[in-house]
Structure formats: C-alpha cells, structure tokens
C-alpha cells in the first residue's frame, strides 16, 4: 500500500484513485435502496451527467459574474490597502487580470500545454469510473481460482492480502469522506438560508463554491469563507460583517457536528490533518488534499490492527488475541 500511494503520488495519479473511490461510494449509496447493480450503475450514470451539467452551468456562471465582483471589489480592496500604507501588485481591475495571466502563464506555460492537462485529468476520470463500475460489478482479483491445482499458491494469498488492504482503504475513505460530505451538506444549506434571507448576489454560485470547499477539511472552510465576505463586501460593510457573525457562529456550529458525525471514528489532531493537508498538495495537488485524512485514517486503522508486545527496551509484534 505504501509502494502503491508513492506511485500515485510520483506519477500523478490521484485524480482516477479519488475517482475510483468516489464512484464506489456512489454505487454503494444508489445500490441501498434498489438491490440491483445495474439499476445502481443506470442511477450512477444519470447523476454523474447531472454533475458534468452543473459544472458546465456552474463555470459558465462563474465567468460571468467573476468580473462584476471583481469590478466592485478591486476599488474597495485598493482603496483600504492604500489609506493603511499597503502595496499591491495591482491597481485596478486591469491591471489584476493582466497580473493574474502572467501569473497563469508562468505556472502553465502555454495554453495547448493547459489543454493537454486538462485533457489528460478528463480521460483519468473516466477510465476511474469505468474500474470503479467494474469493481462494483465484480472486485475479485483472482477469477479463476478454482482452476488452480494448488490452492494456497503465492499468486492466490497474495491476492487475497491485498484485497483485503484495499478494502481497509476504502472504509477509511467511506468514514472521512461519508462525514465531510454529511458537514458540508449541513453547511451548505445553512449558509444558503443565510445568503437568502440577508439578500446576497450571486447566492446559487457562492451554494456551489460553498458545497465543493466543504469537501476539504479546515482549509476548505476559510476559504469559502472569504469568498462569501469578499461578495458581501461589493455590496456593503454591514453585509460583510453580518457574513463574518454568521460564519463564524456557523463554524461554532460545526465544532458540535464533527465530533457528532466524526466523533470517535477518526480523532485526528488538527496539527496532523493541516500537515497531512500541506503534504497531499505538494505531492498531488488538490486531490492529495483530499485524500490526506484518508490516508492518515487508513494509516491509523491499519497500525491499530498489529498488536505489541513490550519486552526490556524491544518492541515485539505479537498475534491479537481471539475473542
């Protein structure tokens, strides 16, 4: 599992390992109610159409209104940064997006190089749902097993090992990612009512921002966070400042839901999740971000399964008792 996570991580291939985890988790989710794998994959198929749609809406929505807030905010921006003596890199919002594709253009390079990425990260993705619906169909490594004349051959318990890892993997992923999921659900919803209710711009955007940074944990939060009171401040102060109340009444809020819905099941300190954070994206960018807690959850149930024995000053593994 340790070679497996280097290769991912050397190669860059955490996008279809956060796909393949994701899919299974859906499949099992749409599975529940009907019994039925195709029924499930069928179910699978329509949402996954209906997210590509909604990210289609959401980006197209996005550059729209990207500039309308840029063009309220930038002057309120510079103009507090200039009465308190600070220097920024832009003056205006020209002079911002001239910035931001320098800047774009130096981490990039060239718009074909962009494309490729993007092209690559697409056909990851649905190689990732094709192995994930076809574990769901049938996650068995070794098909013929009844073929072979010796039974317990390497190939065989080897397989069955790993199997086994695998599956210990997945329940990390289900644990962390069922109760993320679950929280930024919640968050969402409340912070829709509050956007609704104090009468925000571009509240159906700010849902959709709100909802995918709820997926990251800690980092996720502040910044959707600022995002919301960055749009509060186009309109006025006191609705950025009632934003910030809310948030971080809201937050308080979320302390009680993760150790409700989290609870016992994970117990990471935070000083662990943000440095397990900083290491995921350095070695796989955003997904790595993502699959940071599971790994360190994974990490922690694997661990906790090898009983010790202590003996002078060695460290002995012993078999765990039987019940």
Known sequence: MAAMLLVVAMLGLATPLLTVLFSIFALNVFSFKSR??????????????????????????????????????????VEFCTSHGIELP?????????LIKTESMERLGLAGLAATH??????????GMVVAISLFYNAAI??????????NNLYSLSADELTKRFELF??????????Q??????NTGMTGIFLMAA?????????????LCGLLPILGNILSNTIIVSVGLTVDFPHALGALAFLVVVHKLEYFLNSKIIGKRIQNPMWMTLLGLILGERLMGVPGMILAPVILHYVKSEASRVAVEQKADTVVPVEPAKP
């Open 36 to 77: 039925s794998k195709t029924m499930a994959v069928a179910l699978f198929l329509i949402a996954v159409t209906s997210v590509c749609l909604g990210t289609i809406f959401f980006f197209s929505q996005a550059i729209l209104v990207a500039p309308k807030i840029a063009e309220k905010l930038v002057p309120t921006v």
């Open 90 to 98: 832009f003056k205006n919002v020209d002079s911002l997006i001239a």
């Open 118 to 127: 993007a092209l690559r990260q697409t056909a990851f993705v649905l190689i």
């Open 142 to 151: 070794v098909i013929d097993r009844d073929k072979h004349t010796l039974k």
């Open 170 to 179: 997945y329940r990390s992923f289900h644990t962390v990612m069922g109760a």
């Open 181 to 186: 999921i679950l929280i930024s659900f919640i």
């Open 199 to 211: 009468g925000y711009p571009y509240w159906q955007l700010l849902l959709c921002v709100t909802f």
